[in-house]
């Protein structure tokens, strides 16, 4: 287990909350000279923390506690009707872990969804350079499980490998396939490949009740969710 209290913390100045319109957020980061492994992270993410890039962070907003971190525990997991058709109809994909996606077809398909599907996000316009910076391999962990139809790349579920689970970063995929729901695909896949591990959890990163966007999330029955820094389970 890694010693946490020489860890540096940085908090920002409070800025616009990027979910809530009527909030102002701050967000502590660990120091992004800190050296980080697998362990150190884990225990990080059992503690509430997030990866963008390099950078890992956890909200610290002083009037506002809407982000809850949550957690499918994978061996308790029971997919609903809707999820369980969406893994039957995607039967016809591979999936494929690669070491990295810093290839034309990759990139050609993460900007055609920012494009297609987050014109209004902070993503916008897709960039190579902030694409490389945010969907970085990080200190050896991370992997890219790449969903393909008969050789065409349909998706790509971007996730880093902890000591007890998968940590969810991002999925971004070919939004002409909508009949498949690719979006659900990509965390029924990463929660498949933690069940063949062996590992305990798929790490989805925060919840915000007030959020419609993050509502998918209670979808995935069982949830744990981290309320005053214990996990309790949503059943």
Same mark, same amino acid.
């Given at each position: 287990?890694?010693?946490?209290?020489?860890?540096?913390?940085?908090?920002?100045?409070?800025?616009?909350?990027?979910?809530?319109?009527?909030?102002?957020?701050?967000?502590?980061?660990?120091?992004?000279?800190?050296?980080?492994?697998?362990?150190?992270?884990?225990?990080?993410?059992? =503690?509430? #923390? &997030?990866?963008? @890039? !390099?950078? %890992?962070?956890?909200?610290? $907003?002083?009037?506002?506690?809407?982000?809850? +971190?949550?957690?499918?525990?994978?061996?308790?997991?029971?997919?609903?009707?809707?999820?369980?058709?969406?893994?039957?109809?995607?039967?016809?994909?591979?999936?494929?872990?690669?070491?990295?996606?810093?290839?034309?077809?990759?990139?050609?398909?993460?900007?055609?969804?920012?494009?297609?599907?987050?014109?209004?996000?902070?993503?916008?316009?897709?960039?190579?350079?902030?694409?490389?910076?945010?969907?970085?391999?990080?200190?050896?962990?991370?992997?890219? =499980?790449? #969903? &393909?139809?008969? @050789? !065409?790349? %349909?998706?790509?579920?971007? $996730?880093?490998?902890?000591?007890?689970?998968? +940590?969810?970063?991002?999925?971004?995929?070919?939004?002409?396939?909508?009949?498949?729901?690719?979006?659900?695909?990509?965390?029924?896949?990463?929660?498949?490949?933690?069940?063949?591990?062996?590992?305990?959890?798929?790490?989805?990163?925060?919840?915000?009740?007030?959020?419609?966007?993050?509502?998918?999330?209670?979808?995935?029955?069982?949830?744990?969710?981290?309320?005053?820094?214990?996990?309790?389970?949503?059943?």
């Amino acid at each position: 287990m890694s010693d946490l209290s020489n860890l540096k913390l940085f908090a920002t100045q409070p800025h616009p909350c990027s979910y809530l319109d009527d909030r102002e957020a701050t967000t502590l980061f660990i120091d992004p000279d800190a050296p980080v492994d697998k362990g150190l992270y884990s225990q990080l993410t059992e =503690l509430g #923390f &997030r990866r963008s @890039g !390099r950078h %890992l962070y956890r909200p610290h $907003c002083a009037n506002c506690q809407a982000c809850v +971190s949550c957690r499918i525990p994978v061996h308790d997991f029971k997919p609903n009707r809707n999820q369980r058709r969406c893994w039957r109809r995607n039967q016809d994909l591979t999936l494929t872990f690669v070491d990295n996606i810093r290839t034309d077809e990759h990139y050609t398909l993460y900007a055609d969804y920012i494009a297609t599907r987050h014109q209004d996000g902070d993503m916008y316009p897709p960039s190579r350079s902030q694409y490389d910076a945010f969907l970085s391999s990080e200190w050896g962990l991370t992997r890219y =499980l790449e #969903f &393909r139809q008969q @050789g !065409r790349l %349909l998706g790509v579920a971007v $996730c880093d490998q902890l000591e007890d689970g998968l +940590s969810a970063v991002y999925t971004f995929f070919d939004s002409r396939e909508e009949r498949r729901s690719l979006g659900v695909y990509g965390i029924l896949a990463q929660v498949d490949r933690a069940r063949e591990q062996g590992l305990k959890y798929v790490y989805l990163g925060y919840w915000i009740k007030q959020c419609q966007k993050m509502e998918y999330k209670t979808q995935y029955r069982p949830l744990e969710m981290l309320l005053n820094r214990r996990w309790m389970r949503l059943r």
